[in-house]
């Protein structure tokens, strides 16, 4: 009976290892990367998660000297109100979700990376154009990890897989150097795989990297290096800048002549996940920027919102007569509604840290949501844009070894030029004052876009411009690991935290 039982076991156990579950018609990851569609498909899902990083722009507005956290009172969004008072702490729901979601971009770039060569049969599919697909993979990993190390400065870096939870509890923090030279090689990479352009609106170019690259190398005061790329854009006389910069925030402005990268949204497929908020395919958050209990006539072009990240007076302040970018930027609601009785606009004012000012640029409108309304606004960031590389490579020119105040000039100009509307607001100074001028420049041209707060930390600059609103030096340059991360891979904590 023992010896039955026994042989019954054994054969049990053969039988169950054996087991192949698409016997029973089961896809497996066996079934994966098969066809050249299954690639394509697959390095869609690649783009996905960087629409889930909808918070960054948020938290570096907040976060800097161009806006307050706003909202119904001090505990509406917690996560953002800490962010905006310096008393962020490792439990922060914002900071776990741009954590979690630029890691998920992250694996699910290194897995078509692990299986590029061949699939997990070892089978090799070769098509047209899949050193190109893979150079927009590239990219988004080298993007991601980019979000990662402007937050966190030393995070865990992999590379050669997708990780399992076991590989988890393994993971250590590597140097901020070590990382940087990851999305530097991955940037590289796409540059020479990737086409000048594509045919699908939204899709990676070799501009767009190149973009990327040279602003990752302003980030490590490379300047040399960021010249030589950047010039290499602007040469290539791809982009121009558009007259009416209102009109680059439109929905029909998107994906414009003056676009090297946009993180497209839409609101063709209406989410209804609270839980989930960040991860529609629209875009979160437009909706927190509206202004609260708005209404009005039918012809009244604003859709109400939550008043969240407003725009300071200071902000306001620093734009100078005659600049159309400031009405652009920021919208003065009563101004507004002074201007335009016909709408017969009623709000309510914003109950916390209220400015009476609101995100233009990135206003709910009528008709650019569906569904879930909150969550489903169609409008694309505008990542980087061609005013932004004539910045960058200004910037770059002031600051490189040989020096080349001339072309810095005539880059920054290009840009006040159609702020403005003429010549007559150049700007003629060079050296460290040319310097200056370029990154007022930068302020003024990419207000309420996600650069503020990283711009004063690379430059040296956020004690000075932020220890009055609560930054602490050797702290506050870099956000706390979520404590979750902490406690599940026994990582370090950033200082002070």
């Known amino acids: 009976m023992v010896v039955g039982l026994l042989i019954f076991s054994l054969s049990s156990c053969k039988k169950w290892v054996d087991y192949d579950p698409r016997d029973d018609f089961k896809i497996t990851e066996q079934d994966y990367l098969r066809s050249e569609s299954d ?17 960054m722009v948020s938290l570096s507005d907040i976060a800097s000297d161009d806006a307050v956290a706003g909202g119904e009172s001090a505990s509406d969004i917690l996560s953002l109100q800490q962010i905006d008072d310096f008393s962020v702490n490792p439990v922060n729901s914002t900071l776990k979700d741009l954590w979690q979601s630029a890691y998920e971009g992250v694996n699910r770039a290194n897995y078509m990376l692990q299986y590029r060569e061949a699939n997990l049969l070892g089978e090799q599919v070769e098509f047209a154009g899949k050193d190109a697909l893979y150079g927009e993979i590239q990219f988004l990993r080298a993007y991601y990890y980019f979000s990662l190390v402007r937050l966190f400065g030393d995070v865990p870096l992999f590379t050669d897989r997708r990780l399992s939870l076991s590989d988890s509890r393994q993971l250590e923090r590597s140097p901020k150097a070590t990382v940087y030279q990851q999305i530097e090689q991955d940037l590289q990479d796409a540059i020479a795989a990737l086409p000048p352009i594509q045919q699908e609106k939204g899709r990676i170019t070799k501009y767009a990297a190149q973009s990327l690259l040279g ?92 008043s969240t990240n407003l725009p300071a007076k200071d902000l306001a302040n620093a734009y100078s007569a005659g600049d159309q970018r400031k009405e652009v930027t ?46 489903n606004y169609l409008n694309n960031f505008r990542t980087i844009r061609y005013a932004e590389v004539l910045l960058m490579a200004a910037e770059a020119f002031n600051k490189a070894s040989s020096a080349n105040d001339s072309k810095a ?27 200056e001028a370029i990154l007022k420049e930068r302020r003024l041209e990419l207000a309420m876009e996600g650069d503020r707060y990283f711009d004063l930390i690379r430059t040296g600059k956020a004690a000075a411009v932020l220890g009055p609103l609560g930054f602490i030096s050797g702290k506050h340059e870099v956000f706390p690991i979520p404590q979750e991360e902490i406690q599940i891979s026994n990582l370090t904590q950033n200082p002070n935290y």
């Not at 498909?41 to 889930?52: G, L």
């Not at 335009?340 to 709000?347: E, K, L």
């Not at 920054?412 to 010549?423: I, K, S, Y």
């Open 409 to 435: 000039r005539e880059y920054l100009n290009r840009v006040r030029q159609r702020a403005f509307g003429d010549t007559d607001h150049d700007i003629s100074a060079s050296g460290s004052a040319l310097y």
């Open 39 to 55: 690639y394509r498909t697959m390095a869609i899902s690649v783009y996905t998660p960087i629409q889930w990083l909808n918070q």
């Open 330 to 375: 920021v919208l003065d609601i009563e101004a507004y509604k002074a201007a335009n009785p016909s709408f017969n606009i009623s709000y309510q004012v914003a109950p916390y840290k209220n400015t009476g000012l609101y995100n233009q640029k990135y206003q709910p409108r009528k008709g650019e949501t569906s569904g879930q309304v909150e969550l």
């Open 215 to 306: 602003k990752v190398y302003l980030y490590q005061n490379k300047y040399d290096d960021a010249a030589q790329v950047l010039d290499q854009v602007i040469g290539a006389n791809a982009f121009v800048l558009v007259e009416d910069f209102g009109s680059i925030y439109l929905a029909s402005g998107e994906n414009g002549s003056e676009s090297v990268f946009e993180i497209q949204y839409s609101n063709a497929s209406p989410y209804y996940n609270w839980g989930g908020a960040t991860r529609g395919q629209g875009n979160y958050a437009v909706q927190q920027n509206g202004i609260r209990g708005l209404s009005g006539s039918d012809d009244m072009p604003y859709a109400p919102g939550w």
